[in-house]
Structure formats: C-alpha cells, structure tokens
C-alpha cells in the first residue's frame, strides 16, 4: 500500500490557477518531492547568452502541444520564454501499477492522484502552446507506507 503525504481525494475537479497551486503546494508538501527549477534556469540561461537556440528550447512536440491544450491546466505564472500566459501544466505517470496507462498524460489533479493511487511518479512538465517552450517542472512519488 503506498500513500502520499497529501490528500488526492479532497483535490476538486474544478480547475483554475488557485487549484492548480494549491494541488502543487500540497503535493510538495509530502516527501518524494523532485524539483527541476534549476536545471530549467539552466537551460534559459544557455538561450539568453546564446548558446541554444530559439528552435532548440522551443521544441515541443506536436502530440505534446495538444495534450497541453486538452489536457493542460493553467499555470500561474506566465512562459519563461515569451511571457505569455499560455503556460500549461500536464502530468504523465509512470509505474508497474499503471499497465496499460503507463506513461499517459492526465490533467494535473488526475495525474497526481493516479500517481498516489496506483504507487506511481507523475511527472508535471509545463508547456507553452504560445512558443512550444517545454520543461520537465517537479517529479510526485507516491510513498510506500512503512
Ligand atoms: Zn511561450
């Protein structure tokens, strides 16, 4: 049995960019928490004095690009790159419990309580439909109860 610090079941359906946060914060609240803040400052930061390319950080996917716009919750904060408030948030999870779901894209809330439900990682990763910008955000992993 695994479970995660935080409570997926009084997680709303309703989603705007207060739930979207709060989800977040509570998730993050609970160990198993990966952050990849710094290596996405990295990555802007190789734009900025020119290492990367526009069309080398701007890449993403098409199938990515319409999950984000499907599937994709509203960030609260606007796309590092073009400043545009069309950053989406989505969650892919992974794990042995997930069979045929393995590696699906869910909407936020979703996405983390699969994860708890079924002792998987949901990955969030933001994604601008604006610019394509794509990063890999914060990693949840579902605890084993002890
Ligand atoms: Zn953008």
């Known amino acids: 049995m695994s479970v995660l610090e935080w ?11 207060g739930e979207a946060r709060k989800a977040l914060n509570r998730a993050r609240r609970g160990l198993g928490v990966v952050d990849y803040t710094l ?3 990295a990555l802007l930061r190789e734009f900025r004095t020119g290492l990367l390319s526009r069309l080398e950080v701007c890449d993403a996917h098409p199938e990515l690009l319409r999950a984000a716009r499907y599937l994709g919750t509203r960030a ?3 796309c590092p790159m073009c400043e545009k408030e069309e950053l989406r948030l989505l969650a892919y ?6 069979e045929r779901d393995n590696g699906r894209a869910f909407d936020l809330q979703e996405g983390l309580t ?8 949901c990955y969030v990763v933001e994604v ?3 610019c394509s910008w ?4 914060e990693a949840f992993r579902a605890r084993t109860a002890g």
Not at 7 to 17: F, I, K, N, Q, S
Not at 114 to 121: D, K, L, N, Q, T
Not at 134 to 137: E, G, I, K
């Open 76 to 78: 609260s904060r606007p």
């Open 93 to 98: 999870v992974y794990g042995d419990g997930m």
């Open 7 to 17: 409570e997926p079941a009084r997680l709303g359906r309703t989603v705007d960019h």
């Open 128 to 130: 601008c439909t604006d």
């Open 114 to 121: 699969v994860a708890a439900e079924r002792e998987g990682i």
């Open 39 to 41: 290596a996405k400052r």
């Open 134 to 137: 794509n990063h890999l955000s």
